[in-house]
């Protein structure tokens, strides 16, 4: 078995507030192998971008988080280390070097008083320790390397002048010009038009292949899942409600939340024989508040296939398979079945 790049366990994130404990991350639980994507997917609030601002430390000072679980990552050297207990200034040295991160809009990363270059140049100082002009030249290459036509004028723009999808291109580059070995995007395309969208996952996909990589891959679009990700973790109301390799969970989604999901897509990413939906279909109601959450299953007030016994305790992640996981009473675990 190969040792994962990251493997993410009990992951909690409390933020506390006036008006309680708002709980937005619970018992969250992941791997990701050398070289492959994980995707996390789930609506809106169902605290994807806690996960990863939690992992990589981000979560504002203000917010006075209470974290719990641990996230072991393994560097390039082979060391093990526990991101959520490492020391400041080693987690500084790993950010924007092993480990990067992109964000949905270029522009809160982009600093606009400098030209590309220049942002893109500095990141490569402090970390590659290369002086002004080979740090330059290196910010030319990853330009290039992003597939940014005329790099070497581009190099001397500010971000305002590139248009969104050159900008996501700069992230990308900036990203990757310390050779990470973990990426974590957030939402990194959706803010672009469907065909450049394809064209930045393409890309990413290139990137990796070459560098070997790993990708923490964060979207509420299952579509764009079915091609660019190795693994899935399903996300709803702050806990992973199903995982799986992402053929099998296309094929036969075992929760009904991932159903849910799965149904609303307009046909093209639609697994293979099942047939397509006439109309786009959309789940019913809505998350509820992570300030008061329901005793039982988060989804179950808006589940079609809800019993009872749903409504009364929140079910365990339980192993379907070998390679799969499901939190939901009325989807059979293997331990149930062998017993
Ligand atoms: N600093 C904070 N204090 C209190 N609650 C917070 C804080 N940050 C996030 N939350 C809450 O945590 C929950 C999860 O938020 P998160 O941003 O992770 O969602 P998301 O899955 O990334 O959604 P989206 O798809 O809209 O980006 C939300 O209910 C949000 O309001
Ligand atoms: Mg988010």
Same mark, same amino acid.
């Given at each position: ?7 993410? /366990? ?134 290039? =390397? ?96 199903? /995982? ?8 036969? #989604? ?6 849910g999901?799965?149904?609303c =897509? ?16 959309a789940i019913r109601?809505?998350?509820?508040? #992570? ?11 808006r ?11 929140? #079910? ?24």
């Amino acid at each position: 078995m190969t040792t994962n790049r990251l493997t993410v /366990s009990g992951l909690s994130t409390c933020f506390p507030t006036e008006d309680g404990l708002v709980r937005s991350v619970a018992d969250v639980s992941f791997g990701i192998a050398p070289g492959k994507t994980t995707a996390i997917v789930g609506e809106s609030g169902s605290g994807k971008s806690v996960t990863s601002l939690t992992l990589m430390r981000l979560l504002p000072k203000t917010a006075r988080a209470q974290v719990e679980g641990s996230a072991r990552f393994v560097t390039r050297a082979g060391t093990e280390v526990d991101l959520l207990t490492l020391a400041d200034a080693p987690m500084r040295a790993l950010r924007g070097n092993e480990l990067a991160m992109i964000f949905q809009e270029p522009m809160t990363s982009l600093n606009p008083v400098f030209t590309v270059g220049e942002q893109i140049a500095e990141s490569v100082r402090l970390h590659k320790r290369l002086d002004r002009s080979a740090a330059l030249a290196h910010a030319k290459r990853m330009l290039d =390397l992003v597939e940014i036509p005329a790099a070497a004028q581009r190099l001397h723009e500010y971000p305002h002048q590139l248009s969104g999808g050159m900008r996501q291109r700069v992230m990308i580059a900036l990203a990757m010009a310390c050779d990470p070995t973990l990426l974590i995007a957030d939402e990194p395309t959706t803010a672009l038009d469907v065909t450049i969208q394809a064209q930045i996952l393409v890309l990413m996909r290139r990137l990796q292949a070459e560098t070997g990589m790993s990708i923490l891959f964060i979207t509420h679009n299952l579509g764009v899942v079915a091609h660019h990700a190795d693994d899935v973790v399903v996300m709803y109301a702050g806990r992973v409600v199903e /995982s799986a390799p992402v053929r099998p969970l296309f094929a036969s #989604p075992a929760h009904p939340y991932t159903q849910g999901l799965l149904a609303c =897509l307009p046909g093209k990413a639609h697994a293979a024989g099942q047939p397509r939906p006439k109309h786009l279909f959309a789940i019913r109601g809505q998350v509820s508040s #992570p300030l008061a959450p329901p005793p039982g299953c988060a989804f179950e007030p808006r589940c079609d296939q809800a019993i009872p016994a749903c409504a009364q305790a929140v #079910p365990p992640l339980v192993p379907t398979d070998e390679s799969r996981q499901a939190r939901c009473i009325r989807v059979p675990s293997v331990e149930r079945n062998a017993a």
